[in-house]
């Protein structure tokens, strides 16, 4: 869905479907870079992280193998919870995998930050993370980062995979929400 088919909903694009697709080749070029070599394991946050998911897996030119854990945090909101819940857990063992968590966002940081640490305790052989998106919060915690697309200010985005009520993630850009729709 393109930003003219939702109304007015959106306040501002913040990233084309270029700007995104471009962004997440550059990714999946340092991610051959740094894992050469190595038998790879893509985990999505479901379901924010589909799109990403998607598109970054294709642009890699190598195997990887792909699983997927649903873990909610915001409801139907616009703001965490805080508390995060597993509503499905990976089919995989990550005993001695490289394991790489693939996120459409990173906010507060407070998913990311249980989530790390949650797989370390399975014993892989390591974690990283690549985002798309970055808000300036999570920037100050204390989750490293190893792949960021683009860091953008601190307001409620949608689109490519991001929802609001569950709408929007099937717009082809990321926008800023008008206040109007949630207010
Ligand atoms: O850094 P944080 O403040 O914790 O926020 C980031 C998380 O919030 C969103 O998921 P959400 O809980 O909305 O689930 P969804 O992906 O199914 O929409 C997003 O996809 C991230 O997983
Ligand atoms: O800005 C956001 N938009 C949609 N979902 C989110 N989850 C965390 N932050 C956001
Ligand atoms: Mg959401």
């Known amino acids: ?14 990233l084309t ?6 962004k997440l080749a550059e990714l999946a070029a340092a ?13 999505g ?15 890699l030119s190598r195997h990887v193998e792909q699983d997927w854990m649903a873990i909610s945090s915001y409801g139907s909101g616009t703001r ?12 995989t063992d990550i005993t001695d995998r490289h394991v790489l968590v693939v996120e459409d966002i990173i906010d507060t940081g407070l998913t990311l930050s249980w989530l790390v640490s949650n797989l370390r305790s399975r014993g892989p052989a390591s974690v990283e993370v690549c985002t798309l998106l970055r808000k300036p919060e999570a920037a100050k915690t204390a989750v490293d980062v190893r792949y960021v697309g683009y860091d953008i200010p601190n307001a409620f985005v949608v689109g490519y995979g991001l929802d609001y009520a569950e709408r929007y993630r099937n717009l082809r850009v990321v926008g ?8």
């Open 1 to 14: 869905m393109d930003p003219e088919h939702v109304d007015g909903d959106l306040e501002q694009i913040l």
């Open 17 to 22: 479907e270029e700007q995104i697709q471009d």
């Open 31 to 43: 991610i051959e870079r740094d894992y050469d070599g190595k038998d790879l394991l893509l985990v």
């Open 45 to 59: 946050v479901l379901k924010g992280a589909i799109m990403v998911m998607a598109d970054l897996s294709r642009h």
């Open 80 to 91: 965490s919870s805080g508390v995060v819940r597993i509503v499905k857990d990976l089919d």
């Open 176 to 183: 800023t929400l008008a206040p109007h729709v949630y207010s």
